[in-house]
Structure formats: C-alpha cells, structure tokens
C-alpha cells in the first residue's frame, strides 16, 4: 500500500510539473520580450545619382543623412515617414561636352517620402516563438518629393519620385534595431532630369514628358539605429467574456 501511495505522489507531482510548464514558459516569455506600435530612428550613408554627369551607379557620390519613423500596422506590415540629405556633385574639365565652364557643379536635395513596409519575418527576440526573428529582410514602395537648391538658401525646385527599398533588421536589444536600406529614387515629372543644379544638363535628348525613364535617379545606402516605443497591449492568456 506504501508503494502504492510513493507512485501516487509521483503521478500527482509529474501532473503539476506538466500543468505549470505553459505557464513558467509564459511568464519568463512576458517578461523577455514586449512589441511596440512605433519606432524613430537616425539613418546615414553614402548616396549616389545616375544622369547626365555620370551614367553608372557610384560614378557620382556623396554623403547622405537624415532620421525617419515608423507605424507598425500589423506584425509584417508597416508605414514608414523618412527625410534625408543628398548632394548631387560633379567636378567638369575645360572643353567638355557639355560646353559649359570647367569647375565643381552641386545640387543639394532634401527627400521626403511615406512608403508601406513588408517584412518577410515576425522580428522580435521570443526564444519559444518560431515564427518569430532577430533577423528579417524587408522591401518598402511609395511616392516621395525632393527640394533642389544649389544652396541651403534657395530652392531651385521640387520633383516627385517613386521610392523602391530593400533592407534588412537586426533587433539586437529588447527596444533597439539596427537597419541596412538600399533605397532607389525614381523621378516621375518633368524637373527628375535636372538633378544636377545647372541647366545645360536637363532634358538632353528632349524626352521629358514622354519617357519617365530618360529621367535621373538618385539612390541611397545607409545604416539606421531605431528606438522602438509606444507598448501594444499584451495578449490575453486566459480570459472569460460575460455573455
């Protein structure tokens, strides 16, 4: 009977073992790991334009910089506000093609752009998640403005564009990410061929208005730190709803 009652107690404590495992597993997850509706962050890198003055990808670059915030709608989906600083440089010897004085030709940009964001994967740091990573890839579309001047003063005029990125997001801390974009600007109106501050370089082969590919292209690739807040309500573990 003795032994009977020794496998008893070893049933009923085997029983509670297995019973309290969800919840231990819950509660150490709870406190580990929480998601937040927004983040804001700073962003830096080197840019690039394809155009007249240089027909090739990193023929023409320059220092870009600027901060941006984001919306999450859903866990893979999500708004993005971003603003950065760009300069179109370009350095012309005497008896170019262009005709035009010999010397270093600049436009500065200002771009702001509001873009959907998909993520291939749940980012987050829940160990006992496996949908869930510290790693995911991303892509971004939407419609952007850029403001041209050839200086800080003066505001020479304002294109439209639409913005294609790719990136990847690296959670590495419970509120903190850091980020690698690759972002494509595509002009779509009549100034998207005058990125280079000088008029002798727009609208070369007469095309504006009816091919949006004969417009310039400005590109940027940049490394993000974001700071993540605003928590979203915690999911119901076991809840009772009246009738």
Not at 62 to 85: C, D, F, M
């Amino acid at each position: 009977m003795l032994q009977k009652s020794h496998y008893y107690i070893g049933y009923l404590f085997a029983f509670a073992w297995i019973v309290s495992l969800p919840v231990s597993v819950y509660a150490k997850d709870d406190s580990q790991h929480q998601f937040y509706l927004m983040d804001v962050g700073v962003q830096g890198g080197a840019a690039y334009y394809v155009g007249e003055l240089a027909p090739h990808v990193f023929m023409s670059t320059s220092e870009t910089y600027g901060a941006q915030a984001r919306l999450k709608i859903n866990p893979r989906w999500a708004v993005q506000l971003k603003g950065q600083h760009q300069r179109v440089v370009n350095t012309l010897e005497a008896g170019n093609e262009w005709g035009v004085s010999a010397g270093k030709y600049q436009n500065l940009m200002w771009h702001v752009d509001v873009m959907g964001e998909y993520n291939f994967f749940l980012l987050g740091l829940n160990e006992y998640d496996i949908h869930m990573r510290p790693l995911t890839p991303y892509m971004a579309l939407g419609v952007g403005m850029t403001v041209m001047g050839t200086s800080s003063s003066s505001i020479a005029g304002v294109a439209v564009y639409l913005p294609v990125a790719i990136g990847l997001k690296w959670k590495f801390a419970e509120r903190w990410q850091l980020q690698v974009a690759w972002q494509h600007n595509v002009y779509v109106d009549k100034n998207g061929d005058a990125l280079e501050g000088n008029s002798a370089f727009d609208n070369t082969y007469q095309m504006n208005g009816t091919n949006i590919m004969n417009n310039d292209i400005t590109s940027t690739l940049t490394v993000g730190l974001m700071f993540e807040f605003g928590r979203e309500n915690k999911p119901c573990v076991m809840c009772t709803y009246d009738m």
